[in-house]
């Protein structure tokens, strides 16, 4: 559903390495990148490692454009914060702040208004179209190909409808942002992007820049909830766990010094990972305790496989269940405990772990199709939970009687979020808000 009837099947995540044999392509291309070929699946890869990449990901207008977006969460969660001092749910906001991030990566824009963004609304409603296409189970077409040749007249047949509606959200998402940026390269005022770094240097045909157009909007589908969704599990576990709050608090206050603007200490920065081994450990933790995806996204099996007794016949499609080896016992013991001690060497330093033990690698997929964007969103997840665990003590949020609102731990949706819940975020020193401002005199003046 999500692949050929919606069109996800153009970009990285679900495109595949050859068709199945009953493929019939719901968008024709003439291209020297077909839809399911191997070329097409290796151009993209390659492009978006370049762009995006560990290396790409450790240049300094990359590093400069997290942290501006980050600091503009900080200015907006002390705004919120005084004007809700019982509490209030982060979720939309933290939401946004995503999909800043990734828009300014991507295509160069800066979103200004907290509500009815244009692009910001374009992606949530082709968003909300791939999460339903991609729930496993949700359509029968996904299990009985065959359907798709069904008419849409066809009682039953309703799922045709609503795979034309999410194609052309989709294709909103595609074209828009896309053309924006195109608009401004032809008129010398583009920012630096992905987009517009990739269409100077490697698109030189309608083909080549439909591929720049798919990475993109790869990139935002795979980004925005799946971080939203961490950063809320973050919040979740500390209101949980406020002892794994306070010493990862310590060891921040040990490299920066205490938050206060009269000491002269700073925000933490993307170079300071190096140096904090239990946020590190903090943040693995969080990407397994409770997975973004918990089902990831489907497979084809290329050849006859035996798997504990199990055959499984070549084109079988398998879905990993992340969910359940980030909690099984041998691996993780005590799996539904929050730990980050599970990843430290006597408390200190990280553990060297194998891809296969490691949450920062199995949280974005597996195999070829491992999710492209896995070190922006690794990154920039780091540098929003460090920093507001400087700035800021995460409690519970109050009811009218002045008593603690407990948190309910309950998760739904194909990429799984929380269920909505209240804290407060309270400034861990007076000098708090000056600190942001100091850090943030040069990012509000943001290209539109």
Request: net charge neutral; charged share 25%; aromatic share 10%.
């Amino acid at each position: 559903m999500a692949g050929e009837l919606v069109g996800w099947d153009l970009g990285i995540g679900y495109a595949s390495f050859a068709p199945s044999s009953d493929y019939q392509p719901i968008v024709k291309l003439e291209s020297p990148y077909p839809v399911h070929s191997n070329v097409r699946f290796r151009t993209m890869r390659k492009l978006s490692h370049a762009a995006i990449g560990p290396q790409g990901c450790a240049k300094p207008d990359m590093i400069a454009m997290q942290e501006q977006q980050r600091t503009r969460l900080l200015t907006k969660i002390v705004q919120l914060g005084k004007r809700h001092k019982e509490g209030c749910d982060f979720e939309e906001m933290i939401k946004l702040a995503s999909a800043s991030l990734v828009l300014k990566i991507t295509y160069g824009y800066q979103v200004i208004s907290d509500k009815h963004d244009k692009l910001v609304e374009i992606a949530d409603n082709a968003m909300a179209g791939f999460g339903a296409a991609a729930s496993p189970g949700a359509f029968w077409v996904d299990y009985l190909p065959i359907l798709k040749r069904v008419p849409a007249w066809f009682p039953g047949a309703g799922f045709k409808k609503a795979a034309q509606q999410m194609r052309a959200a989709r294709e909103r998402l595609y074209d828009i942002p896309f053309e924006l940026v195109k608009s401004k390269m032809a008129s010398r005022t583009v920012p630096p992007s992905m987009v517009s770094t990739l269409l100077a240097s490697e698109a030189h045909s309608p083909a080549d820049e439909e591929l720049v157009k798919a990475i993109a909007a790869s990139l935002y589908s795979a980004s925005v909830e799946t971080t939203q969704s961490s950063l809320m599990s973050f919040l979740l576990a500390m209101l949980l766990h406020p002892d794994v709050q306070r010493r990862a608090q310590a060891e921040l206050d040990a490299l920066l010094g205490l938050p206060s603007s009269a000491s002269g200490s700073r925000i933490p920065s993307v170079h300071d990972r190096v140096n904090l081994p239990y946020i590190n450990a903090l943040v693995k933790e969080v990407w397994r305790w409770n997975p973004s995806v918990p089902v990831g996204l489907p497979h084809r099996v290329t050849q006859d496989d035996v798997y504990r007794g199990f055959f499984i016949r070549k084109g079988t499609i398998v879905y990993p269940n992340i969910w359940s080896m980030f909690h099984d016992p041998e691996t993780y013991p005590s799996p539904f405990e929050f730990i980050p001690d599970r990843f430290l060497n006597d408390g200190s330093t990280l553990k060297a772990l194998e891809k296969t033990a490691d949450p920062s690698w199995i949280a974005f997929g597996f195999g070829r199709r491992i999710c492209p964007g896995m070190h922006i969103a690794d990154s920039s997840v780091f540098l929003y939970i460090a920093s507001m665990l400087y700035l800021f003590d995460v409690v519970k949020a109050k009811d009218e009687d002045g008593g603690d609102i407990e948190p309910k731990v309950e998760y739904d949706g194909f990429i799984s979020q929380p269920s909505p819940f209240k804290c407060r975020l309270v400034p861990r020193s007076a000098e708090v808000e000056e600190m942001i401002a100091r850090e943030g005199q040069d990012v509000f003046g943001g290209v539109e």
